[in-house]
C-alpha cells in the first residue's frame, strides 16, 4: 500500500494570554470541499518536513520566512488505494499577508472554537495532539 507523507501546519497567533490557531476552508476544487483544515501538502521528494511546510504555505497562502517550530503528531488515514501520513507542526511566525489561492476562506479561532467547525478527519486528532500540548504537564 502506498503511503503518501502531507505536512500541515498549526499556524499561532499570540495577543497576551489569547491563543488563536488558523483553519482554511478547502475549496470547491478540492476532496472534501467545504471541510476545514490546517494549511499543506504532500512533502515532495528530498524535502524535510520543514522544507516542504514552508513551500505549501507560500503555494497556498503566500506568506514566507515562515518559523516552524516543532512537531505536534502525526495521523494517519487510510484510504482505498493509499495511506495519507499528516504531520502537524507548529508555525510561530511568518511574513507576509495571508491570500487565499486554493482555500475559500480562512479564519483565527481558539483551539476550542475550531471543534465547531467540520476538520477534515485527518486533521482532528491533530487539533487534539495540539490542545494537549498546550496544557501544563
Known amino acids: 500500500m502506498k503511503v503518501v507523507d502531507v505536512v500541515a501546519a498549526i499556524i499561532e497567533e499570540t495577543h497576551h494570554k489569547n491563543s488563536r490557531i488558523l483553519i482554511a476552508q478547502r475549496d470547491t476544487q478540492s476532496d472534501l470541499s467545504g471541510y476545514w ?3 499543506g501538502g504532500k512533502i515532495e521528494p528530498n524535502e ?3 522544507q516542504a511546510l514552508c513551500r505549501e504555505l507560500y503555494e497556498e497562502l ?4 515562515i518559523q516552524v517550530t516543532d512537531h ?3 495521523s494517519e488515514i487510510q484510504q482505498p488505494e493509499r495511506i495519507i501520513r499528516l504531520q502537524a507542526w507548529r508555525v510561530t511566525a511568518y511574513r507576509g499577508i495571508i491570500q487565499l489561492r486554493c ?3 480562512f ?3 481558539s483551539p476550542e472554537e475550531v471543534e465547531n467547525y467540520p476538520l ?3 486533521d482532528i486528532p491533530l487539533l487534539q495532539a495540539y490542545r494537549k500540548s498546550l496544557q501544563p504537564q
Open 62 to 65: 503566500g506568506i514566507d520566512n
Open 48 to 50: 524535510t518536513p520543514q
Open 72 to 74: 505536534i503528531a502525526t
Open 107 to 109: 479564519l483565527w479561532l
Open 103 to 105: 482555500h475559500s476562506h
Open 37 to 39: 483544515e490546517f494549511p
Open 120 to 122: 477534515a478527519p485527518a
